[in-house]
């Protein structure tokens, strides 16, 4: 009898010790779909205008504790009704508690700041301070320019188009080349960019024309876009330089095409990188004015 006794107790502590287990995973997976919605309000808010990738976004030290954090032990007999009532403690602490909207605040200026600095290595000025408001960081400036190296691969792959992304694009980049199961396991980092300077592509349609052309096709982004604004008489490190441009519009003639194209700043990284390596005379035939008064 008594050692009968002894294995229905076991079994009950295993069946209370797996249904814990199932509690706790399941309240720790509704934690983590509360997150996911008040990062979706976060960036439809456009309070900030850097964000990171929401597998980022958990990385930060105030989510990680919300999202790890153990909650008051359930009723083992109201599952459901438990995990349903801490769920709504930590989306109503989301929304309304000023604590921790400051202290996300708080971790998401800190990883902009961060991620900022290593940009700023990418582009040659490691060490780059200002004590001016109106400086903008070197990555942040408007011909500052990445792509991402793990979606690119390298030049004998032949990549047909890489991306060219601005900083905000960058920090909210996930590459579109590994299935959503790959993605979720690669970590973003700072160091799979690369300043857009010189970009191999490869066009197969122009091979039976010229092959050496075909492979040589070398955009540089940074280059173009300095040009540009060295046409215009604008300065790249001014934060009033962007709203500037906005208002040019469409004002940039591309001589080089059979058929001139005129287009906005933002497309000239896209549209005159199909001049192939841009050499000096190349550059030359690229032509911007202000808008008149």
Same mark, same amino acid.
């Given at each position: ?17 797996? &249904? ?74 989301? &929304? ?5 909207? +400051? ?20 582009? +040659? ?24 190296? /793990?979606?690119? +691969? ?39 960019? /690369? ?59 591309? &001589? ?31 032509? +911007? ?5």
């Amino acid at each position: 009898m008594r050692l009968l006794l002894t294995k229905i107790d076991a079994e009950i502590l295993s069946q209370v010790e797996k &249904k814990e287990r199932r509690q706790k995973a399941h309240a720790q997976q509704m934690r983590r779909t509360d997150i996911t919605r008040h990062y979706d309000r976060i960036v439809e808010g456009k309070n900030y205008p850097v964000i990171p990738i929401l597998a980022e976004f958990r990385e930060l030290p105030i989510i990680k504790a919300l999202q790890d954090r153990d909650d008051a032990k359930p009723i083992l007999s109201d599952t459901t009704n438990s995990s349903s009532a801490n769920t709504r403690v930590l989306e109503s602490e989301l &929304k309304r508690s000023e604590l921790i909207g +400051g202290m996300i605040d708080s971790d998401l200026k800190n990883w902009v700041r961060t991620t900022l600095v290593a940009f700023d290595s990418m582009l +040659g000025q490691p060490k780059w301070r200002s004590a001016s408001t109106r400086v903008l960081h070197p990555a942040e400036r408007v011909t500052a320019r990445f792509i991402c190296a /793990v979606c690119s +691969g390298p030049p004998k792959t032949c990549t047909l188009f890489a991306e060219s992304l601005n900083f905000r694009e960058a920090c909210a980049h996930e590459c579109v080349r590994y299935s959503r199961k790959a993605v979720a396991k690669r970590k973003w980092r700072a160091d799979q960019f /690369v300043p857009d300077q010189k970009v191999r592509i490869c066009l197969p349609e122009l091979r039976l024309i010229d092959y050496a052309k075909a492979n040589c096709i070398c955009p540089q982004a940074i280059d173009i876009l300095s040009l540009a604004l060295s046409l215009l008489g604008l300065k790249e490190e001014t934060r009033e330089t962007k709203a500037q441009i906005e208002l040019i519009g469409a004002r940039f003639l591309c &001589k080089s095409c059979d058929s001139p194209i005129v287009m906005t700043f933002q497309r000239l990284v896209f549209v005159v990188s199909g001049l192939g390596s841009p050499s000096t005379a190349d550059l030359s035939r690229l032509g +911007g004015t202000l808008p008149s008064a």
